[in-house]
């Protein structure tokens, strides 16, 4: 079949070799040869890990029994290619030293909630740090400044009077950390598990005494890809009739919810993305607790999201089983994903000694191969108006994990902090949270909300009455409102690099090389995906702003494959902020 | 170059992978200049497009593609050299009325001489899309048949030919605003 097209125009051809006639440059071959010297090792991509087989927890104990045969046969069959290996540890396999914790710590930037792991002395004490929402576990040694750790429910997993080890925190505000828990290695060499390991307290697939099992209770890290479905509650098949639960306390995340399956798989193309593939599992992942975590560290729904995550094992009643039963199942709780590192290039504060840690270890090598971090999301009004701040409040109150630690756009005056009544030590009810007295500012406001009630101005809004401004605002060049930080609806447009543009992609750790481009425009671009983002010039009378970075960096997920896509988002002059989602507002 | 000093540089063999660069920098090099129309850019691009490819050899799943795989990566760094040379704040630009001070087209002057006719096939190719000049350098300059060029540009070749269609309906738009 001759799929040439018709006869090439000679005058094109010859144009076209001119342009490209003339010698090679002197030294090119040399120059490439330098560079790739410099270049990192070749990715590896192909694995051949042995089979494990999980079986769904909620197929019950009696299919687990039944599975542990086709178990036994499975470890036993030749190994089979999983696809791209996941590239990262956390960092380069180690824990952030104590040094690298206080430079982490200084940066101001670090979002609330981020999780990291440590190792770090704990001198463990209740009489400092009082907190109303959870007790105190102790203060980090070495930090140069106070930093509280604050614990959920593992108060009593440190004896004290010191603890040392590698622990998993979340950040909750200047000065404080909230303990996940104490890790426990994947082996003597390796401080990250990988799906084909016998998992820290594992129990795989076997059903186990409770509450004496063992294993329940430790905590780890495992590398891989997640895939998270969220069924409608109008879904009777996947929902098993139940109604969503809350997300839980960032510190102890709930894990299990009847509308959400969670599945954590060693590649990124075999889960399923759909719910009627819910019941053909690949027999490779291994289903996972992680409603309440997938909120609160925003994983998307039905995209694969690969990732370190800070895992527990559990133990709870089996599906058939009455609830005295000493018989009980498995379950691996996601608490938390590791902030991709390094998330910046924090700067060690002059404070921070830590005379007794070990000297930080260099880690600008990882930054030139390091994941790309994805332009955070923020939260907006119905219709990309500023909210009130009842209105942050009541959202902070009911769904804490879409708030926590996001930009959002609210109308002013801005109290200090969402104040909580309870008693110290002990988490109040959300209920009784509500907004201090105002103190500052009229106007329209991006600010961040912490886990504790803080509130962070992030900046002035230039807005007259709170509405999203149009693109042409951004791009006047004085800026008529005299400020750089504005709230824009825009369609965005934008072309997947090479690695990135195969679905379930793109993803942090496949997306940081090649070109990829994206851009704001204010009509709706027209020409199929990607045909304005890759037109320079731009067309004549297009308004819009070239990025500079790819669309995955602002959705993370390959939402765009079908077209430009409306959103509301919050531009600091021509710099993407966040990308803003309406609230739905309870 | 056979397919065993292919496979080993997909191993990561670098003796395997210098001789693949010695083999594919020629042609790289021109279909860089063709798209881009700076000896520096090109370079740039090229020098790129190896990087690239060196750290992603691993992931080539078919040795036998390397070729599109390549130019496909070709593509990418001319893009992105492209789109670092021009990457400026975007404004809104106004539609030039042709009667607003411009000369009048001269539609039935020929081409004075062939130093006329490139500077003006290369001020009209520098309007268009990088896509656009990509798939005609495919097409018209390297000569590769529609089922290549999808390959190399990772689109159905059914794709392919309505962009190369569109392509050359822009270029010969812009040749006409340059013949003005």
Partial sequence: MNEQLQPTENGIREQLSRRAAGRLPDGLMADIAAAVDRAPEPRKALRWPGLRLTPPRLAGAAMALALIAVLIVAVALPAVNRGPAAPTGYPLDRPLTATELAALLADPALPVNSAFVAEVTIDVRNDVCPMNRYPTIGVVEGMGAQVCVMGATLAAELPGPTASGIFAFRYLGAGYLGLLGRITPASSSRLTASLDDAWPGGSDGALVSTPAWPGSGKTFLVEAWMTQLRFPTSDAAFCSGGTPVPDGDPLDPNGSDPCVGTWLDATADQLPTRAPDYLDIPKDAREVEAAGMGNIDGIQGGVAVHGIFVVRSASEQCPDQPSTSSVGCPAWRVLAKLADWPRSSPTAPPTATAASAAPATPVSSATATGPLAPAPVGIVGPGGRALTITELAELWTATPGAVVGRVAIVKGPLPVSIGCAGETGTPPPMSSCAPSSPTAGEGYWAVKVSSLGAIQIVGRIASADGSPASLDTVVAVPHPTGSNLVVVGAWLDWVPSLWCDTPPYPSDSLCGAGAAFSILTKEQPSGGPGAFAVVDPFPSGVVGIDLGLGGYQIYGSSDLQDGPIHSFFLLNDETIVARLEPATLP | ?180
């Fill in chain 2, 1 to 180: 170059m056979d397919r065993a000093l292919i496979e080993n540089a997909c191993s990561g063999d670098r003796t395997a992978f210098d001789s693949f660069v010695r083999s594919r920098i020629d042609a790289v090099y021109r279909t860089s200049l063709a798209i881009l129309g700076s000896e520096a850019d090109a370079a740039d691009a090229t020098q790129e497009t190896f990087v690239s490819a060196w750290r992603h050899i691993g992931e080539l799943r078919d040795p036998d593609n390397i070729d599109a795989w390549l130019g496909r990566i070709n593509v990418n760094a001319c893009r992105g050299q492209l789109r670092r040379r021009t990457r400026t704040k975007v404004r809104e630009v106004r539609i030039l009325d042709p009667d607003e001070g411009a000369e009048p087209a001269s539609t039935e002057a020929p081409m004075a001489d062939r130093m006329a006719a490139a500077d003006a096939f290369d001020r009209a190719f520098a309007r268009l899309s990088i896509d656009d000049r990509s798939v005609l350098v495919l097409h018209h300059l390297q000569e590769r048949p529609v089922a290549e060029i999808a390959a190399v540009l990772g689109a159905p070749t059914g794709t392919v030919k309505s962009r190369l269609h569109r392509a050359r309906a822009a270029l010969e738009s812009a040749l006409a605003k340059e013949s003005r």
